[in-house]
């Protein structure tokens, strides 16, 4: 067994505990979930007959999924993070899908013209997103709910509300296709690692998220932060934009609000990520959160019919979810009895 070591330190008159995580313990740890859904999936196919899991084929649209999977759930996790709970990305790249997809499209397919308009537009509305939270004095629910709105009502009166379709546009769906999907992948991932670890705003962040008055009292600048995360989750948002445009049909939101429940599918890697977070971190934890999902959803998928397969895959991912925080608030439980416990020896 290896040595567990932890650090007491007083604050306050609590005692807090670090635990010291050994490499073994953090690989386990990192790798357990998504080892562990691959297995059982592969023995669910291969006992139904459907041997081609596992296979590189299979791989390539797993790859796919977790990318526009895992770079949607960075731009809610930036957010997530720093306490403000978001609901205007989904209207965000629904908008920008479509005036991209359909400038590019009148632009004879042009791949650098589709790429920088879905970067630069969700850049520039979720720029107006902050300043409409700032400016407005509005709280953070009401402001992306009604920008939402709005936003979506703008997708059902520009081009008719025709919506864009790229199922048989070649030239753009590339980016919704192995190897270049991996491109906005790794340009969201980049822009989250810069944002949470080499900007002051991105620390800042973390105070604003676990005290906000006590932050803005020792001099963090609250509106400044607020705009400055919302230009970097506005540029995640255009590399997810990229995959999600060139995936298929996306139709005008013609019914309110319809465009929160498409991006908030993939907060669920942000929860598996916050639990796995504490042995390679955030960045890492959402990645192998969407790569588990990933995984489960392909096998779900490959056992039964295409539409049974997707409501399995839905139940069973929340019965999951479910799971996954239930064993964390209990872990959390445990940490909470060995404080006081530790506590009352001192």
Not at 322 to 328: C, D, G, Q, T, Y
Request: with cysteine; net charge positive.
């Amino acid at each position: 067994m290896p040595k567990i070591e932890r650090n007491a330190t007083k604050i306050g008159g609590y005692i807090t505990l670090k635990r010291k995580y050994t490499v073994f313990e953090k690989i386990i740890g990192t790798l357990a979930l998504p080892v562990t859904m691959y297995l059982i999936m592969m023995i669910a196919c291969y006992a139904n007959g459907k041997m081609y899991y596992g296979t590189w084929p299979m791989w390539k649209t797993v790859l796919v999924d977790i990318a526009v999977s895992t770079t949607c759930a960075l731009g809610i996790g930036l957010q997530f993070k720093s306490g403000r709970f978001d609901f205007s990305g989904g209207s965000i790249m629904l908008l920008a899908a479509i005036i991209a997809g359909t400038v590019s499209k009148n632009n004879g397919n042009n791949k650098v013209i589709f790429a920088a308009l879905c970067l630069g537009i969700c850049l520039a509305l979720s720029l107006v997103v902050s300043l409409v939270y700032v400016y407005g004095r509005l709280p953070i629910i009401i402001a992306t709910i009604g920008m939402a709105l709005l936003y979506e009502a703008i997708t059902t009166l520009i081009y008719n509300g025709a919506g864009i379709n790229l199922v048989s546009n070649m030239q753009l769906k590339v980016f919704s296709s192995y190897p270049l999907a991996l491109f906005p992948f790794i340009g969201g991932l980049i822009t989250y690692i810069i944002y949470s670890h080499f900007t002051i705003t991105g620390k800042q962040a973390m105070l604003l998220a676990h005290n906000q008055q006590v932050a803005v009292n020792i001099g963090i600048n609250e509106k400044r932060n607020v705009i400055i995360s919302y230009i970097f989750s506005g540029i995640i948002f255009g590399f997810a934009t990229m995959i999600y445009a060139s995936q298929g049909l996306h139709r005008a939101a013609f019914s309110s609000l319809s465009t929160v429940g498409s991006l908030f599918s993939n907060i669920l890697p942000v929860f598996i990520g916050l639990m796995v977070g504490k042995y390679c971190g955030d960045t890492l934890g959402i990645i192998v959160g969407a790569t588990t999902l990933s995984l489960m959803s392909y096998g779900l998928t490959t056992v039964f019919d295409a539409e049974m397969g997707s409501a399995i895959s839905t139940i069973i991912t929340g019965i999951f979810i479910l799971a996954i925080n239930v064993i964390s608030a209990q872990g959390k439980v445990l940490t909470s009895i060995f404080k006081n416990k530790l506590k009352a020896t001192k």
